[in-house]
C-alpha cells in the first residue's frame, strides 16, 4: 500500500492522539482497528500514514521522547539552579511514568524486543543530558565528587519502571505518585552536597507551601 504525506503539524497531532490510546492499553492490545476506530479514521488511512503498526508504534514513542526532551531543556532554561532543574525533571519523569500502563513494558519485553530497544536508547540520550548537567552541578559544589553517576542513574531510571511494574501489588495504603517521590528525594539526597541539600530542602518547603 502507497504511503501518503501530511503536514508536520497534522502527523504530530495524529502521534498526540495515539499516544495515550498505546500507553493505556499496552502495545499487545493496541491494534490499526482500535486505533482507527478510536480517531474516526479508516485503517486504511492509517496504513497509508505509518504503513504497519510497527512503524506506527516506533513514531509514537520517538516522538513521546522528543516530546519529553523538550520540556526537559525549557525546564534547564527557567530553573535557578541544577538541583532545582535536576528536581523539575524527575517529577516530569514522573509524570510521564503515570501515563504508562504495566502491559506496556511487559509487551515490549515479551513480544517487542525491537521497540525495547528503541525505548532504552531514547532514555540514555536523557541520561546523557542527566549526567552533563549532574557534572556541572558537581563543579558547582552542589553535588558530591565521590558518586558513581553513570551506575546511579541507570538505577534510578530502573527503580521508577519497576514501581510501575509493581504498582498492582502495592498495599492499599502505598501511592505510586507517593513512592515515585520517595525515590526522587532519596536519589537527590544521596548525591548532594551540603550546599545541594540546603537548595533541596529551599526548594521542597516552597513546593508544600503552593501545595
Known amino acids: ?84 532543574a535536576i528536581y523539575r525533571a524527575l517529577l516530569i519523569n514522573k509524570k510521564a511514568m503515570r501515563e504508562f500502563s504495566v502491559e506496556f513494558f511487559r509487551d515490549m519485553d515479551s513480544y517487542y524486543k525491537e521497540l525495547r530497544d528503541l525505548y532504552e536508547s531514547e532514555s540514555n540520550c536523557w541520561n546523557e543530558k542527566m549526567m552533563y548537567a549532574i557534572n556541572l552541578g558537581v563543579e558547582q559544589g552542589v553535588f558530591r565528587q565521590d558518586v558513581n553517576y553513570p551506575i546511579t542513574l541507570r538505577m534510578m531510571s530502573i527503580q521508577m519502571e519497576s514501581l510501575k511494574r509493581m504498582e498492582e501489588f502495592f498495599p492499599p495504603d502505598v501511592k505510586l505518585q507517593d513512592a515515585l517521590d520517595t525515590i526522587i528525594v532519596g536519589f537527590l539526597r544521596s548525591i548532594a552536597s551540603p550546599k545541594g541539600m540546603e537548595i533541596l530542602d529551599d526548594i521542597r518547603k516552597k513546593e508544600i507551601c503552593v501545595d
Open 1 to 84: 500500500m502507497e504511503q501518503i504525506s501530511i503536514s508536520e503539524e497534522s502527523y504530530n497531532k495524529l502521534l498526540e492522539a495515539i499516544f495515550p490510546i498505546i500507553t493505556a492499553n499496552g502495545l499487545k492490545a493496541t491494534t490499526m482497528d482500535g486505533v482507527a476506530a478510536s480517531l474516526s479514521m479508516s485503517k486504511r488511512t492509517l496504513y497509508e500514514i505509518f504503513g504497519s503498526k510497527s512503524e506506527m508504534l516506533s513514531a509514537v514513542i520517538h516522538y513521546f521522547h522528543e516530546r519529553h526532551k523538550k520540556v526537559v531543556e525549557r525546564i534547564f532554561l527557567t530553573s535557578n539552579s541544577v538541583m532545582e
